[in-house]
Each structure stands twice: as C-alpha cells, then as structure tokens.
C-alpha cells in the first residue's frame, strides 16, 4: 500500500462537481460482480493498486478536496468531504458554525457541513444527512475506499437514517422529508 494521505491543515471545500452528477456516477459505479472482481484483480497486484490508489486520490482531490481517510464518507454527506472541516467532523456542523452558515476556524468560507445539508436536501437525498458517521479507523488513511467499497467493506460506515428525525424536523419547523 501506497499511504498518500494529505496531512496539510484541511480547509472547508465546496465541490466541484455537482450533487446530482456526483449521485449518477455513483450509481455508474455502484458494487456489482463485474467491479468486485476488478478489485479483486487490482488488490492481487500491488503495483497497480498503487496506481488505482494514486488514481483515486488525484480525481477526488480535484472534485472534493479528498484526502484520502480511506473510508469515504460522500455517499452520505452530499458528497461534500467532512474530513476537509477543520476539526475534521464526521458528523457535523460544531456548535462555531455562524448563523450565515460560516465556518468558524475559517469565517471567509462557507461550513462544510452547511454545503452538505444543501446539497443532499436540494438532490432529494436529505434523510442521508441524519445518519450517523461511525468513527474513522486512522490505520486506512491512504487506502482506496472504491477497491473497499467494491468489495463491501465500507457497509458499516454510517448508520441507518433514525426514524424519529424527521418528527423532530418538523416539530423544529424544518421542511419535513
Ligand atoms: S470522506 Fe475520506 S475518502 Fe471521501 S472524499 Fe473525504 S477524505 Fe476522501
């Protein structure tokens, strides 16, 4: 394995592709046979999973801002990268983000968890949002999480939506999904 991990300060990051396109190629590339033996195949050969891993690490760090924690969160998040919110919140916002939805380690940029909530909720994917993200095991920074996510291992990364949420939601006033 090949640890490439971006171990820089993150800095909150608004895609660059956007949400709907990010759920279709999702569904492109969902697990199927076809793609569990691909990585299968590439896991055999050391040399090309690091090149898959390079791969992987340089599209996503263009349209996310990825930094490789190897247990990709998108899927779940509106495909906005929690690991580029400063503190690093898998589940977020934190208790700094401004009522303008700014981040407050840096008040110039949008919250990434603000980005998040936008995005899920205006590509109908909103009940994503009251999931729970398990926490991160740091021995798979560096990791692909497609080679993962072919072969299911990322099954366990959040939980399911809780169903009293969106009660809650509309009780706070909040458009009820
Ligand atoms: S959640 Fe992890 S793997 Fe997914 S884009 Fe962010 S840093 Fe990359």
Redesign the pocket.
Known sequence: MDPVPDTSWPRPRTPRISARASYAAHAVLARNGVYRALASFVERHPGLERAFTRGERVS?EQL?G?????????PATGYA????CPKQLRNGPCGGVSPEGRCEVHPEMTCVWVTAHERAEASGHGEDLDRLQRPLDHRRWGQS?WLDHWQGRDADLWTAPREDRPLLRRELGLTPR
Request: glycine residues 6%.
């Open positions: 996503k996310f990825c930094r490789m924690c190897g247990q990709c969160a998108l990268c929690p690991q580029t999480s």
